[in-house]
């Protein structure tokens, strides 16, 4: 074990990916990630690098013409998602990651469809971790604000008790104050022991919470190394995090002096806290 809780037993591996969606046209070119016992890795790239395509390929859900998927060392290379899910590989993607129809406590429930026996020790794990969950169980997902529903996607698929979690942008389209309290909960499952790989567009946020992360481009790992390093490394700020750099500070010192008031954006996407949202006793 080192500091951080990471090890360096590999969980999940690919090896050398090849992988797309049309005849003749690979999206992924070789793509060879790890992540270990404990791990916190970060997928970071530009749009259409193949960062979803990576997770999609690791769940099944896109063919892999080359290389291999590796679980514990076991080959896992284009298993379907239901084999996956028992084998321990949980995935929240980026859309269409609740049913909105089912209250969230059904939702937890269809996350353990393959072992509803564990429901009451699972439940109790997943509730720690999101005790509003918990408060507000008998409540329809599709009544959720965006960062609710991303709570209560990462719960059903914690409720397996994963080995590995693929998480596909969780923070995308949630307001910056709702950002940062997803990643805070990313960080903390992970304090829990429990493997993550993150794709993330918010670069970094990403690379402050990862233990290690690796730039994707054109389909390849382009880059990896420590979080810290890589947000300190003159290649990838240059090639990658630049103008996102610029454009995050920039836009942190014109908010600080000029808006008062919250901005648009985080008035339009901000939801109350959920204890807020309560009815309150008269
Ligand atoms: N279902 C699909 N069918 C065909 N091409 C797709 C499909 N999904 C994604 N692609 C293509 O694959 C490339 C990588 O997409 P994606 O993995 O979503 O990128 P990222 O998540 O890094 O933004 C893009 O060029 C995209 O147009
Ligand atoms: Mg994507």
């Known amino acids: 074990m080192t500091a951080t809780g990471a090890t360096t037993t590999p969980v999940l591996e690919t090896k050398e990916l090849v992988a797309g969606y049309l005849p003749g046209v690979n999206i992924l070119n070789g793509c060879s990630i790890?992540?270990?016992?404990?791990?916190?890795?970060?997928?970071?790239?530009?749009?259409?690098?193949?960062?979803?395509?990576?997770?999609?390929?690791?769940?099944?859900?896109?063919?892999?013409?080359?290389?291999s998927v590796l679980l514990n060392g076991d080959d896992i290379t284009g298993l379907k998602a239901d084999r996956l899910v028992s084998k321990g590989v949980g995935m929240v993607p980026q859309n269409n990651n609740v049913f909105p129809s089912l209250t969230i406590e059904e939702n937890l429930e269809m996350g353990l469809f393959q072992e509803p026996k564990m429901f009451k020790e699972r439940f109790e794990f997943v509730?720690?971790?999101?005790?509003?969950?918990?408060?507000r169980r008998k409540q329809r997902a599709g009544s959720l604000s965006g960062g609710e529903r991303q709570m209560v996607a990462?719960?059903?698929?914690?409720?397996?008790?994963?080995?590995?979690?693929?998480?596909?942008?969780?923070?995308?389209?949630?307001?910056?104050?709702?950002?940062?309290?997803?990643?805070?909960?990313?960080?903390?499952?992970?304090?829990?022991?429990?493997?993550?790989?993150?794709?993330?567009?918010n670069a970094r946020r990403c690379l402050q919470i990862a233990h290690r992360a690796y730039v994707l481009d054109q389909g390849k790992d382009a880059y990896t190394g420590t979080g810290r390093e890589m947000l300190n490394d003159p290649k990838v700020i240059q090639l990658y995090l630049g103008t996102l750099a610029t454009d995050v500070e920039e836009k942190a010192r014109?908010?600080?002096?000029?808006?008062?008031?919250?901005?648009?954006?985080?008035?339009?996407?901000?939801?109350?806290?959920l204890a807020a949202e309560e009815p309150k006793a008269p």
Do not use: C, Y
């Open 34 to 67: 790890v992540a270990n016992q404990g791990d916190l890795i970060g997928i970071i790239g530009p749009n259409g690098a193949g960062k979803s395509t990576l997770l999609k390929a690791v769940f099944g859900q896109v063919s892999i013409r080359e290389g």
């Open 127 to 135: 509730g720690a971790l999101f005790p509003e969950l918990v408060k």
């Open 154 to 201: 990462m719960g059903r698929a914690l409720m397996m008790d994963p080995a590995v979690l693929l998480l596909d942008e969780p923070s995308a389209g949630l307001s910056p104050v709702r950002q940062d309290e997803t990643f805070l909960r990313v960080a903390e499952i992970n304090s829990h022991g429990v493997t993550i790989v993150m794709v993330e567009q």
């Open 254 to 273: 014109t908010s600080a002096t000029e808006t008062v008031g919250p901005t648009p954006e985080v008035a339009t996407t901000t939801a109350p806290p």
